[in-house]
């Protein structure tokens, strides 16, 4: 069983930056995929990023690729995302979620067994 708990959320006027960390419970932290998704009011829930428990493989949806960095500590059972040159358009609720295996299915949401509750990000123009 794995408990996920997201912070470092806000308000961040358009080219600014934000950090957010996914603490997990769990003594098994280090041998699970973790990944950051969000949702828009309005829309689907969408892939951000991805890191292979061994954090050395990661993967990026197209609209972050180069701006947004997602790493992890194992030490800490934490992950994280670095979001630079925020957009309005990255306005969301971001979620972490977790998962057993990297597979080429990490971008599916459904596929994920673990989720934290959110944390709002509102970029301003």
């Known amino acids: 069983q794995v408990q996920l708990v997201e912070s470092g959320g806000g308000l961040v006027q358009a080219g600014g930056s934000l950090r957010l960390s996914c603490a997990a419970s769990?003594?098994?932290?280090?041998?699970?995929?973790m990944g950051w998704f969000r949702q828009a009011p309005g829309k689907e829930r969408e892939f951000v990023a991805v890191?292979?428990?061994?954090?050395?493989?990661?993967y990026y949806a197209d609209s972050v690729k180069g701006r947004f960095t997602i790493s992890r500590d194992n030490a800490k059972n934490t992950v994280y995302l670095q979001m630079n040159s925020l957009k309005p358009e990255d306005t969301a609720v971001y979620y972490c979620?977790?998962?057993?295996?990297?597979?080429?299915?990490?971008?599916?949401?459904?596929?994920?067994?673990?989720w934290g509750q959110g944390t709002q990000v509102t970029v301003s123009s």
């Open positions: 979620a977790a998962r057993r295996h990297m597979g080429p299915t990490y971008t599916m949401g459904p596929t994920y067994d673990y």
């Open positions: 769990g003594r098994t932290f280090s041998t699970y995929v």
């Open positions: 890191i292979h428990w061994i954090g050395s493989t990661t």
